[in-house]
């Protein structure tokens, strides 16, 4: 079965550091989500991509936070200064369409990566 | 202000019993409402997924239910497993054009013992 991808599984950085988390969606999805969850609290929407653009965003993704679809794979997201207030798992999700089928717009989360920032 | 309330928060039931957990929301206007389970140090997995028509939905051994009149549901879990100790996410969609934010609850830590 196909499943959303990410990678690194951990990071581990320096506050002020730049960080680039990958994700890697099922392949026939054009919708593209990053969300996080701080230890021990709920998950969280940060931004939703279709169409090489954001189309949503929180008011949780300020300025330091970027995305980017580098190529037909690949969907990253970048902080740009890292805050200890960012360690948090990051989770990428995909969905094959945004309304409509049920099914279609059932997002697929990835496992995650956990980011720590010293 | 799109809030998921859950409870309870964290529940502990013996092997091949049944348990329910709740659900309450004030998201508007409503889309759709699913349950997630979540494994510690995992993604979500999506279980169930209802429209403001739907009443109640199964999968396997999960069965929830929904009173949009009421915006509550719950999540049956019958005789359960030891695999089934996880976090129980509550998700509710808002109906607005545009709009692809979820709103998330806390979670129900469910721990299944032998």
């Known amino acids: 079965e196909p499943e959303v991808t990410q990678t690194p599984s951990h990071q581990v950085t320096q506050m002020g550091q730049e960080v680039i988390l990958r994700c890697v969606p099922i392949?026939?999805?054009?919708?593209f989500y990053w969300y996080r969850q701080i230890l021990g609290q709920k998950v969280e929407f940060l931004v939703s991509?279709?169409?090489?653009?954001?189309?949503?965003k929180s008011e949780i993704f300020d300025d330091q936070f970027s995305v980017e679809r580098p190529d037909g794979s690949n969907f990253t997201l970048k902080i740009r200064s890292t805050k200890l207030e960012d360690s948090a798992m990051y989770f990428c999700?995909?969905?094959?369409?945004?309304?409509?089928?049920?099914?279609?717009?059932?997002?697929?989360f990835g496992p995650g990566t956990r980011l720590l920032v010293l | 202000k799109n809030q998921v309330e859950q409870s309870p928060q964290s529940l502990i039931i013996l092997e091949g019993k049944n348990c329910t957990l709740q659900c309450n929301y004030t998201v508007s206007p409503f889309s759709n409402l699913r349950w997630y389970k979540q494994d510690t140090g995992r993604g979500p997995v999506s279980l169930t997924i209802m429209t403001f028509s739907e009443n109640t939905k199964s999968n396997g051994r999960y069965t929830a239910t929904l009173d949009a009149d009421t915006k509550q549901s719950s999540l049956h879990i019958t005789a359960s497993q030891l695999s089934d100790s996880a976090s129980y996410i509550c998700?509710?969609?808002?109906?607005?054009?545009?709009?692809?934010?979820?709103?998330f609850g806390k979670g129900t830590k469910l721990s299944v013992i032998p």
């Open positions: 991509f279709y169409n090489n653009e954001i189309s949503e």
């Open positions: 392949s026939n999805h054009l919708y």
């Open positions: 999700a995909s969905s094959e369409a945004l309304a409509g089928d049920l099914g279609q717009e059932t997002q697929y």
């Open positions: 998700v509710v969609s808002a109906d607005g054009a545009g709009s692809y934010q979820l709103t």
